[in-house]
Structure formats: structure tokens, C-alpha cells
């Protein structure tokens, strides 16, 4: 039976069912009303218990349908007997620099002014849900599937080159889990099918304006035409470059002993692809983001570094290099006017 199974797969997981943990820290489920949410919500309550669980669901008020949305999980609650905490934003809290997609526009400029407004949503759930998570010693489960990984996994390679944008969402990082990861869309809506719960449809998940909505609907199928096994094949090269991945971070890790910066000469003798990583990792423990450019600045830095005396380089993001006495060191750089709030990896929902 299709819930039976979707159940222990979800335990055999460990991010739900923590044998090492009793009690077992409450889980702070953020429910959208969608398929995978509710899934995800029903499982929980299965594995844990309605005590073991609240839900978080946060009304942006920007949709006709947001009303409904809260309804609708306000009685999935109710049915599972799971406390829920309410979130209403509405317009009036949206920053003036973060626009909303109108009725009319190019395709450029509505996935631009979507992109900012997704971001802000983003933003606003995820702090929500770390209060809750922060006042119930909690973790935070998201209803990310194996189904959102591949087109994470597309759409970053598409966007930004380099070997993490194939690595795509990690089941867990911090108080964040992501219980469903293994599973698939036709899964979790199979899971609801078969326990009667309804679940509400995003409209806009269906414009083909925006860039996740062509690679669901014109990458995937393209892929799936060249090869039936496209989608396990991205999500098994994933899982390998993640494990692989490990073993370099150790090698910069053990290159840079604990320190903050580099000798340029140094960074010279390193091979090309360790010491990209090394500029990396400094520019990100400086600025606190991500910055995969940084690694393409080596050459730059190098020659620099040969001038002699001080010098300094934006090298993405908020980090800059530093170079003085033959030394190189991150900083971190104030954020520029007009800048809109720090994005989250696509779909963090």
C-alpha cells in the first residue's frame, strides 16, 4: 500500500523518526496546502503523533486564492488534530524595493519582479519558522521532493556554472530537514489519494513565464524523451558529486589549517581547481553567502599579488580580497544601494 510504503521510506530516512533522540525534538512543518505539504504533514503526524507536530502556514495575501489556502489548512489541521500558527503578511509589508508581477509584461521583467517577491516570501516563512523552531527547541521540515530536486538540480546548472549548482538541496542543514527528499510529486500525491486528503493547485506554478515552470514542463519532458531514467540518473550524479564534494572540502579544510587567509604564493603553487576552492571557501566564511565567482578571480589575484604593495578586488557577492604584504584575506563588503533582499536557492518553499 502506497502509504505504508511513503511512511517507511520517510522513517528509514531518520530525518522524522530519531531513535537516538527521546523524546524526539518537535517538528515545525511549514504546510502550504499543496500535495507535497500535506503529505508531508500527514506522514509526520503518523510517525510522531499530532503532539509531535506543529504547522506553520504563512497567508502573503497577494493571490485570490490565499483565503481559501488558509482554510484549507486550518480544517487539514484540525482533521490531524495538529496545532496550527497562522502567519498574515499581506501587501502593506512588502518592501517598496521588491515589485510584484502585473497582468501584462515581458517575460524578463515578470520573472524578475517574481523572483523578488518569491524571495521576500521566502525569507519572511523561513524566519517564521525559525521562531517557532527557536521556542520549541524544534526542527523545521519542508515538503521538498526528489520531483523539486531535479528541477533545483536544471535550473541551477542553467543559471550558475560550477559543481554545486549540480549538488542540489541537502536533506539537512541545521534545523532544516527536508523528510521527502527521496520521494516523488507522483508519490506524495498518491499518498493523499489513497489517506482522502485534498490538497490546493498554485495557478501560477503553471506559467510558463517564469523559468522553474519551462523546465518542469519543456526541460523535464525533453530529457525524459533522450532517456526514461533522466530524472534518477540527475538525482544518482547528484548524490555521487555530494559525497565527492566532502572529500574536497577536507582537502581545503586541511590546506587552510583554521586560517582566514592565504600567502599568494602559496596560492600560486596550488593546483588550479584547489586553489579556486580555497578562494571560495575565504570568500564565503567572509561574507556569509554564497559566492561561487570567487574562484574564477585566481589569475587576477595572482597578478596582483605579483605588483607588490597593497591591492584590493571585488571578487561577487559582498566579499572582497585584500592583498597586503604578500597576503590575501577576505572581507566582507557592505551591501550595494538598491539591492534587493538576499534569494534563497530556487524553490525553498
Not at 67 to 84: F, I, K, N, S, T
Not at 90 to 110: N, Y
Not at 206 to 229: C, I, Q
Request: hydrophobic share 45%; aromatic share 2%.
Amino acid at each position: 500500500m502506497i502509504c505504508d510504503e511513503v511512511r517507511e521510506q520517510v522513517r528509514a530516512g531518520g530525518l522524522l523518526a530519531r531513535e537516538d533522540l527521546v523524546p524526539a525534538r518537535p517538528i515545525i512543518a511549514m504546510v502550504s496546502g499543496g500535495r507535497d505539504s500535506t503529505c508531508l504533514l500527514d506522514v509526520a503526524v503518523a510517525l510522531l503523533g499530532p503532539a509531535g507536530v506543529r504547522a506553520l502556514h504563512v497567508n502573503y495575501g497577494l493571490r485570490e486564492q490565499a483565503g481559501a489556502d488558509e482554510r484549507h489548512c486550518v480544517a487539514l489541521c484540525r482533521q490531524l488534530e495538529v496545532e496550527l500558527e497562522v502567519v498574515r503578511a499581506g501587501r502593506s509589508s512588502i518592501p517598496r524595493a521588491v515589485g510584484a508581477v502585473g497582468a501584462e509584461g515581458s517575460r524578463g521583467s515578470a520573472e524578475g519582479s517574481r523572483g523578488n517577491l518569491q524571495a521576500w516570501a521566502r525569507e519572511l516563512r523561513y524566519a517564521e519558522a525559525a521562531r517557532m523552531a527557536q521556542e520549541a527547541d524544534g526542527l523545521i521540515a519542508t515538503g521538498h521532493t526528489a520531483s523539486d530536486q531535479v528541477e533545483t538540480i536544471l535550473y541551477r546548472l542553467s543559471a550558475s556554472p560550477g559543481r554545486r549548482a549540480l549538488l542540489g538541496m541537502v536533506a539537512s542543514e541545521g534545523r532544516l530537514i527536508r523528510p521527502l527528499l527521496a520521494l516523488t510529486r507522483e508519490q506524495t500525491a498518491a499518498y493523499c489519494q489513497a489517506r482522502g486528503l485534498q490538497w490546493r493547485e498554485d495557478a501560477s506554478n503553471d506559467d510558463e513565464r517564469f523559468a522553474r515552470t519551462r523546465v518542469r514542463h519543456g526541460l523535464l519532458p525533453a530529457l525524459r524523451a533522450v532517456h526514461p531514467a533522466a530524472e534518477a540518473n540527475v538525482l544518482r550524479t547528484a548524490s555521487l558529486l555530494r559525497e565527492e564534494t566532502e572529500l574536497l572540502e577536507e582537502l581545503v579544510t586541511k590546506e587552510l589549517a583554521g586560517a582566514s587567509s592565504i600567502a599568494i604564493a602559496r596560492l600560486g603553487e596550488l593546483p588550479a581547481a584547489l586553489a579556486r576552492l580555497v578562494l571560495v571557501r575565504l570568500a564565503e566564511d567572509a561574507s556569509g553567502a554564497y559566492v561561487p565567482q570567487a574562484g574564477e578571480r585566481v589569475q587576477e589575484l595572482l597578478a596582483l599579488g605579483r605588483r607588490g604593495g597593497r591591492a584590493e578586488l571585488h571578487v561577487g557577492g559582498q566579499a572582497g580580497a585584500v592583498i597586503e604584504d604578500g597576503v590575501l584575506e577576505m572581507v566582507r563588503l557592505p551591501p550595494r544601494a538598491g539591492s534587493g533582499p538576499a534569494g534563497l536557492p530556487p524553490h525553498e518553499s
